[in-house]
């Protein structure tokens, strides 16, 4: 299977079970995309006139060299289907260090912080407890991951403090290496806290969706005044302070900004380097939900977005944008590719309450409970997961990009759909749209 298709004038083919991407001219292009629907005599006799005999039997030569090395028409990397192994190791850990928020976003899924249940804090025994679960249950791993999320998890910054003292120690003793994460929208992100991430080495990602007002529409205070203003200062302070290191700044678009290529261009322009702004995921019956109608806006802003970016690096300003990301070379391993983020096999969400969901976005679904961090797991929802692979997945079998989206999220397909097996439509059309725009991308800033 290839995918052909042109950017700018620039021709790309990606070879998908090999991951080969090549950089054609137009003759080779057309060439290309009829080669495995025709004999090399049937086009010869339809190019010959255009591009010469001499030329298109050359091409035709350049193919099946290709082909013979795997580099073109490659063949499934798993002919005979994929078996997930029956048992796994849970590597990764979203700790909810609150269930309450000091901000009210409109597009909020937690329910604004208490994922609709009680509000509440996670205690410094859950805590200890999930550090616990993750050692036991990481098997020989070496690399183990903890983020901290809420609501506002810094709204319980001193079991955090202790969290990651105890996960550090916790490690060492285990002859593992941890990793901590911290998601924030930064209001409490003071000197102090700055202070400890820096000398802690955490990474952090930082909430604020773009220019002054799309990010005070969606997300005001419980007054409902806007937030942009303090939360952009306590932003630059961190980002240009000497305890930054590893950061995202992470946004939502809506329906709202269908022209987030300007929120983009925006958080740029104010000096961070690390960016990702990502479509709104919400029912119909919300105002703010992206709809089948405004697609082709949407490919045309990324298709902006990406002009923007090229710009920027060859200016010498480069911008990390987190949904252009592509690693042709070093890339997730195939069965990574397979399955995506791993949510209820070896990624969990831990409540305040101590209890196990296969991810964030099921926290609260009691048919998604999967143990709890002092009683251990119950498998049965797992089976679930095992199975969401793309090669179970009827709408990846034919799709040129599932070896880079892994078939989309879990609880998007769930929610839209309520199948995981049956991925979110729209999710999947700016899913490749942005996968063209980030092989377009790396092709011309490799020249």
């Known amino acids: ?119 509440g804090l996670m205690s410094l025994e859950v805590g200890r407890a999930a550090i616990d679960f993750l050692m036991q249950t ?15 998890p810094l709204l319980n910054r001193p079991v955090l403090f202790d969290l990651v003292q105890y996960g550090r120690f916790r490690a060492r003793e285990a002859g593992k290496e941890i ?22 080495d955490l990474a952090v990602v930082l909430s604020i969706d773009g220019r002054p007002g799309v990010h005070d529409r969606m997300r005001p205070f419980p007054s409902g005044e806007g937030s942009y203003r303090r939360v952009m200062e306590r932003i630059k302070q961190f980002v240009h302070s000497p305890y930054c290191g590893e950061y995202y700044i992470r946004g939502t678009f809506t329906r709202y900004n269908l022209d987030f290529s300007e929120d983009v261009r925006h958080l740029a322009e104010a000096g961070f ?48 944008f987190f949904h252009f990301n592509i690693d042709l070379e070093d890339g997730p391993c195939l069965p990574k590719r397979l399955t995506g983020c791993s949510a209820g096999l070896e990624y969990l969400a831990v409540t305040p309450g101590g209890d196990l969901y296969p991810c964030h976005q099921f926290v609260g679904r009691q048919d998604f409970r999967m143990g709890n961090v002092f009683e251990g797991l119950n498998s049965n929802p797992a089976c679930f997961f095992r199975e969401a692979h793309i090669y179970n997945k009827n709408a990846c079998g034919q799709c040129w990009a599932k070896f880079h989206c892994s078939g989309g999220c ?35 800033t490799q020249k």
Not at 108 to 117: E, I, K, M, N, T
Not at 180 to 198: C, K, P, S, V, W
Not at 276 to 304: C, F, I, N, Q
């Open 1 to 119: 299977m290839i995918h052909a298709f042109t950017f700018d004038g620039t021709n790309i083919v990606l070879d998908v079970n090999s991951n080969a991407v090549h950089v054609v001219d137009e003759p080779a292009f057309n060439i290309i995309k009829e080669y495995a629907g025709a004999t090399g005599g049937e086009l010869v006799e339809k190019y010959a006139p255009v591009y010469g005999p001499d030329v298109v039997r050359e091409i035709l030569r350049e193919v099946d060299e290709l082909k013979n090395k795997g580099l073109l028409f490659s063949g499934d990397p798993l002919p005979g289907g994929y078996r997930p192994p029956e048992e796994g190791v849970v590597k990764a850990l979203c700790l909810h260090l609150a269930h309450d928020c000091n901000l009210r976003c409109r597009y909020c899924f937690a329910g604004q912080g208490d994922f609709g249940g009680d509000r």
């Open 138 to 152: 990481s098997g020989g791993r070496r690399h183990v991951e903890v983020d901290f999320f809420g609501g506002e």
């Open 179 to 200: 990793k901590f994460t911290l998601t924030t929208n930064a209001l409490l992100l003071d000197r102090e806290m700055q202070r400890f991430i820096g000398e802690n």
């Open 273 to 320: 380097e690390h960016i990702s702004v990502e479509p709104v995921v919400a029912g119909a019956d919300t105002g703010y939900a992206l709809r089948d109608e405004d697609v082709p806006v949407l490919l045309e802003e990324y298709e902006k977005l990406t002009r923007y970016l090229l710009g920027r690096h060859r200016q010498g300003r480069p911008v990390d």
């Open 410 to 444: 879990h609880a998007n397909a769930l929610a839209f759909n309520g199948n995981l097996l049956e991925p979110y439509r729209l999710g999947c059309l700016l899913a490749r749209k942005r996968l063209e725009c980030a092989l377009y991308l790396k092709v011309c």
